[in-house]
């Protein structure tokens, strides 16, 4: 059974950083591209950052320089380092996992950025 497991979220302030966490077991990681994903209330899901298999990045416009994605497949585990975060950042942050034309998600992690 394929599990996703995100933490590292919680409440920081503007300027801040946090560094999520996804744990990965039931699948062959490191044949998966990984990925970051968040929801902000009322809004759709968006990407906000992927890595391939073979450490490709891609972020989206609104994080870049700001947040770095890496993965270490040693521990089944894909990283989010946000740093001079933004109110506007504070969603639900999902981690998912692909291969081909099948996905796995996780349950999100909150964060919140406030002062």
């Known amino acids: 059974q394929v599990q996703l497991v995100e933490s590292g979220g919680g409440l920081v302030q503007p300027g801040g950083s946090l560094r999520l966490s996804c744990a990965a077991s039931g699948l062959a990681f490191s044949g998966y591209d990984m990925g970051w994903y968040r929801r902000i209330p009322g809004t759709q899901r968006e990407l906000v950052a992927t890595i391939t298999s073979d450490d490709t990045t891609i972020y989206t416009d609104s994080v870049k320089g700001r947040f770095t994605i890496s993965r270490d497949n040693g521990k089944n585990t894909v990283y989010l380092q946000m740093n001079s975060l933004k109110p506007e950042d504070t969603a639900v942050y999902y981690c998912?996992?692909?291969?081909?034309?099948?996905?796995?998600w996780g349950r999100g992690t909150q964060v919140t950025v406030s002062s």
């Open positions: 998912k996992a692909s291969w081909r034309q099948v996905g796995y």
